[in-house]
T-cell receptor, first 113, second 109 residues
């Protein structure tokens, strides 16, 4: 089944404790992206990757890191999480960034205390 | 600044009504306009529009893009309770995607 998977689905952590949210797709998509969704602010793009080893900042990259060492995986790293990073995070992928729909993962609800 | 604005913010209708959701965009090097439906989980894709004036249709849902006036509409006819959701509009410049804050639609039986 074609899908985007994220782990963990739920995470409660404390300020400053490094964490990684994994994202994997099995559709051989070139384009992958991370979003955060907050009430009243909608979905905002954190980072995106056009292909392996090619990543770039979205609208809200501060406090986040990503890497794209393999085509299927695009982990999101929070080196020192803070409470303002409490949010619902979505990973998405598509064939390219231009003319293709994005497939979204199920979401990761992160709470930073 | 690239942005997407949706209206109205929320809408409550009765089953059988027709609704029109609006999306205006300002995106440099525009490539596509996308509509998604979100029901308390991940957004699911509805339409992608790249050309002006060509209506995309899927059952009771349809959408059209006006690249001159920089807006798109999503129409839902004969609404059903299963149409209750947040409808998201997004625009892409080929690299980045810009989402509106969504329109929350509630369909009352």
């Amino acid at each position: 089944e074609a899908q985007v998977t994220q782990n963990p689905r739920y995470l409660i952590t404390v300020t400053g404790k490094k964490l990684t949210v994994t994202c994997s797709q099995n559709m051989n998509h070139e384009y992958m992206s991370w979003y955060r969704q907050d009430p009243g602010l909608g979905l905002r793009q954190i980072y995106y990757s056009m292909n392996v080893e090619v990543t770039d900042k979205g609208d809200v990259p501060e406090g986040y890191k990503v890497s794209r060492k393999e085509k299927r995986n695009f982990p999101l790293i929070l080196e020192s999480p803070s409470p303002n990073q409490t949010s619902l995070y979505f990973c998405a992928s598509s064939w390219t960034g231009s003319y293709n729909e994005q497939f979204f993962g199920p979401g990761t609800r992160l709470t930073v205390l | 600044e690239d942005k997407v604005v949706q209206s109205p913010l929320s809408l409550v209708v009765h089953e059988g009504d027709t609704v029109t959701l609006n999306c205006s965009y300002e995106v440099t090097n525009f490539r596509s306009l996308l509509w998604y439906k979100q029901e308390k989980k991940a957004p699911t894709f509805l339409f992608m529009l790249t050309s002006s004036g060509i209506e995309k249709k899927s059952g009771r849902l349809s959408s059209i893009l006006d690249k001159k006036e920089l807006f798109s509409i999503l129409n839902i006819t004969a609404t059903q309770t299963g149409d209750s959701a947040v409808y998201l509009c997004a625009s892409s410049n080929g690299n980045q995607f810009y989402f509106g804050t969504g329109t929350s639609l509630t369909v009352i039986p």
